[in-house]
């Protein structure tokens, strides 16, 4: 009965956020991006509790920290410096102040702009709804399972529950609510994680006991296994999906978006990188921690750690553990629903079909695809797909493959062309999809590393190979003309003209 009144009392907090935050989500700049007004620890919260999801907890931790045990903590390295401080460090200035410069509120948007590509603003959209649909049912999927073990509720009625509860939140409140609620989530996460491992190591004789315990070869049976993609090979692709990934990922650079001030990145930067060492290391290192309690995992390997911790913590603890865990989804599937919606009313709706809608008509747009989105990604989780772990790995890679190419070189490098531009984009998703099909399941994280690479390669050599931008073009891009100019060609959401924004250098 104690867990059931703190979910309620937690349930309460986040649709109380909602409501207080629906009176400040009038604009379409307002219910997307917070107006651009965010500080240092609500953005930096905001991308580290986005980044790391139930499927972190549940499918990643289970299924390779069982697999390759210490080995694991190289994608925590990873993830910290790569996906944590380099993201923020090397992408973030850039896309702050370009991304303001054009007026653009979304990966699509911005896509259009730099390369005056209507096309590409479509394209992206599409890709961002259909992708994300698995993604986000990934993240119900692994939340659900913990429901189901902790708190014996059944699987279905567990995912009906976070569905309604994310779709009321996110529709009332809009960005604003997703940023706050992810700061108190993060904060969950962030200390309640390193209660979870602190109450498991002492039952195994203290952390260094059980990390001598775990430095035994056959506690990582993943890299020993004989299959056809050697064990070093996963392990490797799996640190460049999971921390190169964020750099093409809709919602996460949303969070550069949204930060008030260049001048703030540096310290959401750290703040974003101790959190990014803490949580999946807290994860990873649990994943570990159960060959200490188990010999062999469950059959169904995303059962593994939540009945370890059903089992072998005690119940106030496992009801910290639980916050944890909807915490860490809460903050992921609010994130994914916004970009989503936003790639069918902003880019698709108003940049495309009506781009004389209003603002209104917009948002009202908006909330109705949050709900669409919420059904979609439900009906998938219901089907109970067999490994979570899997079926993020694949939209991931094929998101960030589409997507990271483009994006990043279209911050920093002059020649990229807009043929280069398209044909990254569309490497990275039919490289994902075909070597998908090819491999099967077993291979998604290569062929997600893969459909991520390739495109950083190939981009370059049809840029030299293609016909450039104009002189005029590029000053315009790059800040030579004036702020309020709107690229020609380049297809704009809703909202107000343009205006010079006031952390852009003068």
């Keep these: 009965m104690a867990k059931i009144i703190l979910i309620l009392v937690y349930v309460f907090l986040m649709v109380l956020v909602g409501y207080l935050c629906m009176n400040k989500t009038k604009t379409v700049s307002d219910f997307f991006l917070g107006g651009r007004t965010l500080g240092p620890w609500l953005s930096a919260l905001a991308y580290g509790s986005t980044y790391f999801s139930a499927v972190l907890f549940i499918g990643y931790a289970g299924k390779l920290g069982w697999g390759f045990g210490l080995h694991s903590m190289w994608i925590v390295v990873g993830?910290?410096?790569?996906?944590?401080?380099?993201?923020?460090?090397?992408?973030?200035?850039?896309?702050?102040?370009?991304?303001a410069r054009l007026n653009a509120m979304t990966m699509p948007e911005f896509l259009a702009a730099r390369y005056a590509s209507p096309f590409l603003k479509v394209i992206s959209a599409l890709v961002i709804f259909i992708f994300l649909v698995p993604y986000t049912a990934s993240v119900y999927m692994g939340l659900s399972y913990l429901f189901q073990e902790n708190l014996h509720i059944r699987y279905e009625y567990a995912l009906a529950f976070m569905a309604v509860l994310t779709g009321v939140y996110l529709i009332l409140g809009g960005y604003m609510a997703l940023v706050i609620t992810d700061a108190i989530q993060g904060t969950f996460m962030f200390f309640c994680a390193m209660i979870m491992v602190y109450f498991l190591v002492s039952q195994v004789g203290g952390f260094a006991t059980a990390t001598a315990d775990l430095m035994k070869s056959e506690y990582a049976p993943a890299l020993l296994a004989p299959t056809p993609i050697p064990g070093w090979v996963t392990l490797a692709s799996l640190v460049i999906i999971t921390s190169f990934g964020p750099f093409g990922l809709p919602q996460m650079v949303q969070k550069f978006y949204s930060i008030k001030s260049e001048t703030l990145i540096n310290r959401a930067a750290l703040v974003c990188t101790v959190f990014a060492l803490v949580i999946p290391f807290c994860a990873y290192y649990t994943g570990a921690l159960s060959h200490l309690f188990y010999q062999e995992p469950p059959k169904v390997i995303d059962e593994l750690i939540p009945r370890l911790l059903t089992s072998h913590a005690p119940g106030s603890i496992a009801t910290i553990i639980l916050l944890l865990v909807i915490s860490a989804s809460m903050s992921s599937l609010s994130s994914l629903v916004l970009v989503s919606s936003s790639a069918i009313a902003i880019d698709l709706y108003g940049g495309f079909i009506n781009p004389h809608a209003s603002k209104g008509t917009i948002v009202t747009l908006m909330r109705i695809f949050c709900g669409i989105f919420v059904l979609l990604s439900l009906t998938i989780a219901m089907r109970q797909p067999t490994v979570i772990v899997n079926l993020m790995a694949m939209s991931w890679g094929a998101i960030a493959g589409a997507f990271m190419g483009p994006y990043v070189y279209g911050l920093y490098w002059k020649r990229i062309t807009k043929t280069a531009a398209v044909t990254g984009l569309l490497a990275g998703i039919s490289i994902s999809v075909i070597l998908f099909q090819r491999?099967?399941?077993?291979?998604?994280?290569?062929?997600g590393a893969i459909s991520m690479v390739t495109p950083m390669i190939l981009i370059p050599i049809v840029s030299v190979l293609t016909k450039p931008f104009a002189a005029e073009h590029l000053d315009r891009i790059f800040g030579a003309a004036p702020v309020d100019w709107q690229p020609e060609g380049a297809l704009h959401g809703p909202g107000p003209e343009p205006q010079p924004d006031p952390a852009l250098p003068r």
């Design 79 to 99: 993830n910290a410096f790569i996906g944590g401080w380099l993201a923020w460090k090397l992408l973030g200035p850039r896309t702050r102040t370009m991304t």
């Design 439 to 447: 491999w099967g399941m077993a291979g998604v994280p290569l062929a």
